[in-house]
């Protein structure tokens, strides 16, 4: 059945971060969807390019208003009479106007407001609940995802207080998302006691809702959120572990990459991120090496027997660079950001194409996020199996987190819980 798209408007609405973004709405039968598209603050050289204004006086130059105007009518015209009930002729209209890969004139923030809200818009007119569409349409066996949960930021989500971007954990342990959740709230709390006990100021947090601190070493980071799961009355390896998201493109220089004040080596900056690995309970690493670091993705590789080795940057959510890195078997997970592939079908092909070759899809969002809920829905409806989000604070956040909750409880939905997890030892 056609879903004839009748109007699709766009205007400038603001994310987390209080920047601006592409809002959208499409209307399709008697449907109509509205959705955001979120940013982020380290983004991949790859990834659907998020255009901005660059007028001085409007937002500081962040502006998105003067891109809308440009494109608002040609948007317009070739979505007009297209299928909302079809994400993929809704990527073919949009990549009709703008055939870069990177959605360099139309922009990855147009493409994704529009995708969502077209998905959204489809749903809402066969008054279906947004996972029910996505798992119908894409034969998918729905399930609540295993959250991996931001506990204390770094990089560029927290003033570089630490080199790495991000420590997490992932409750592997829990028996259902509800209980997932609580875990992680106790390790947060916990790992706040631990920093008050260390003298730093933990009433403030970073861009995804998790601690800052101004840690002496990568190293201390890691100590206290393991130290947090104990407080928590929690089992460290056993219950929950720890994930890392290194972000090792933001830490790249000229000659190599910078950590702990020093200028390492591709050798040597992931045989740093691998003693990790030996010495803390983690089960998985985010963006161990650069995105173009060939040499450092080949020697991570060396843990995919026994770790969850997640590609971001490497991969920004698009099937022929995921294809390079199934081919190397450099890797066993693939973050899922929509906003990089710039529209809702190219995420949902990196999550098709992750799943039948064994490997992990974790949906994620952004640290510029919105107030909506799609993303639960998306990996809800994808059946992908786990869905990082950032912390248990900001409402951002736990926008998503409650939406999970309400699947969970109200549609008895099954819990993806460890088995989601890439093979691990």
Known sequence: MTLTITDVQLWQALDSRGNPTVAAQVVAGSGVGDALAPAGASAGSHEAIFIRDGIANEYGGKSVRAHIETVRTRVREALVGRDADNPADVDRALRAVDTDPQLAALGGNVGTAVSIAAWLAAANAAHEEPWRWLATRTSATPAIPLPMVNIISGGAHAGSMIDIQDVLVVPFGAESFAQAIEWCWRVRAGTRAVLDDMGFTTALVADEGGLAAPFDANERAIEAVVDGITRA?????????????????????????????????????????????????????????????????????????????????????????????????????????????????????????????????????????????????????????????????????????????????????????????????
């Open 233 to 425: 009355g929690l089992l460290p390896g056993d219950q929950v572990s720890v994930a890392l998201d290194v972000a090792a493109t933001e830490c790249q220089v000229p000659g190599g990459y910078r950590m702990g004040g020093e200028t390492l080596t591709s050798a040597e900056f992931v045989d740093r991120v691998i003693g990790w690995r030996r010495q803390y309970p983690i089960v998985s690493i985010e963006d161990g090496a650069g995105e173009d670091d060939d040499e450092g993705w080949s020697r991570i590789a060396t843990l995919v027997d026994s770790t969850q080795i997640l590609g971001d940057d490497r991969y920004v959510t698009t099937v022929t660079r995921l294809d390079i890195g199934i081919e190397r078997a450099e890797a066993n997970s693939v973050l899922v950001k929509p906003n990089q592939a710039g529209t809702l079908e190219q995420a949902l092909r990196v999550v098709q194409r992750a799943l039948s070759i064994g490997w992990a899809p974790v949906v994620s969002a952004r640290s510029g996020e919105t107030e909506e809920t799609w993303l639960a829905d998306l990996a809800t409806g994808t059946g992908a199996g786990q869905i990082k989000v950032g912390s248990t604070m900001r409402s951002e956040r736990t926008a998503k987190w409650n939406r999970l909750l309400y699947l969970e409880q109200v549609h008895d939905l099954p819990y993806a819980g460890s088995a989601a997890l890439a093979p691990r030892t």
